[in-house]
């Protein structure tokens, strides 16, 4: 059963990467990355700080340290997916 949480945690890290690599990509190749560089800079802030707390004060052991980096990715998904709509609403207005 163990096996089988991890094997979740890493699924879900593994979907939210695969999500924000695709928008990172959208908005990469427009050169208006100004709020993709600040939430990856928040993101390196928080994940150590959240991934040692989810590793020793929530009783996730080394999932903790997954736990705590899908946090900070999450943020960064968020952003990119409203930044992306926005890209492309004002490339279709125009």
Known sequence: MVLFNFFVIVASYVLVNTWNYNFA???????????????????????????LYM???ATHDSSGVIYGTIIPLSLFAIIN?????????DENAK
């Open 25 to 51: 990509d959208l908005i990469s190749s427009t050169n208006k990355i100004h709020p993709q560089t600040y939430s990856a800079s928040i993101a390196c802030v928080i994940n150590i700080p959240v991934s």
């Open 81 to 89: 997916t409203i930044q992306s709509y926005l890209l492309i609403r």
């Open 55 to 57: 590793a020793k004060n």
